[in-house]
């Protein structure tokens, strides 16, 4: 079964409506990446979170780890076509510094 | 899913070597690829992008002449770290986009550690 899981793979929101993304891990987390891919191109590093309860905030988004640092969340405020493409959480186990994906998440914003 | 390979896994070399890591797409084609480095504790930083039948597209602060790219084939792609030093250790990633119809999907290959010493 898979280590990381993210959750919805798809997504499809009015424009200024507000969304979740959400990664959950089966075993402890030492860090949790969030990357976002816009079509075509490479990934852009959003925010890295490696505290237990740690909050970070850029521009419109905010990304959570939970007290266990297993489970992190992704949340978009007033959502906006350029907002739209493709999230992907990334999972530090700490044992040899890769990262293990979650399949993403297909995020589609309708003007 | 779709699958996406990298050899090797792990390498070590001596400084002065030069280092080809392979990316291949197993059951689909790629017109794009992806490399990635990230150093210990750190993200993920896009190296450059590898089209299949032209010249790889390098970001900023990266020496083409020091990684080499080849795509020669809708499955494969290689980066070849030419006179590696120390500083070169690094994690490797790729991915490969596939394309069906409208929807684009990438995935990532497991990654190339490479130890330079």
């Known amino acids: 079964s898979q280590e990381l899981e993210q959750s919805p793979q798809s997504l499809i929101v009015q424009e200024g409506k507000n969304l979740t993304i959400n990664c959950t891990s089966s075993k402890t987390l030492y860090g949790l990446y969030w990357y976002k891919q816009k079509y075509g191109e490479g990934l852009i590093f959003l925010m890295m979170l490696q505290k237990g309860g740690e909050e970070k905030s850029h521009e419109k988004i905010t990304a959570k780890l939970d007290e266990k640092k297993q489970q992190s969340s992704l949340h978009i405020t007033a959502s906006q076509p350029s907002h739209a493409g493709i999230y992907l959480c990334?999972?530090?186990?700490?044992?040899?510094?890769?990262?293990?994906f979650g399949k993403g998440t297909k995020l589609s914003v309708k003007p | 899913g779709a699958v996406v390979s990298q050899h090797p896994s792990r390498v070590i070399c001596k400084s002065g070597t030069s280092v080809k890591i392979e990316c291949r797409s197993l059951d689909f084609q790629a017109t794009t690829m992806f490399w990635y480095r990230q150093f210990p504790k750190q993200s993920l930083m896009l190296m450059a992008t590898?089209?299949?039948?032209?010249?790889?597209?390098?970001e900023q602060g990266v020496e083409k002449d020091k990684f080499l790219i080849n795509h020669a084939s809708l499955t494969l792609s290689t980066l070849t770290v030419t006179s590696a030093h120390p500083e070169d250790s690094s994690f490797y990633i790729c991915?490969?986009?596939?394309?069906?119809?409208?929807?684009?999907?990438?995935?990532f290959g497991p990654g190339t550690r490479l130890l330079v010493l």
């Open positions: 990334g999972a530090d186990y700490g044992s040899q510094g890769n990262l293990i």
């Open positions: 991915s490969a986009r596939l394309l069906a119809g409208y929807l684009e999907t990438q995935y």
């Open positions: 590898s089209n299949e039948g032209s010249k790889a597209t390098y």
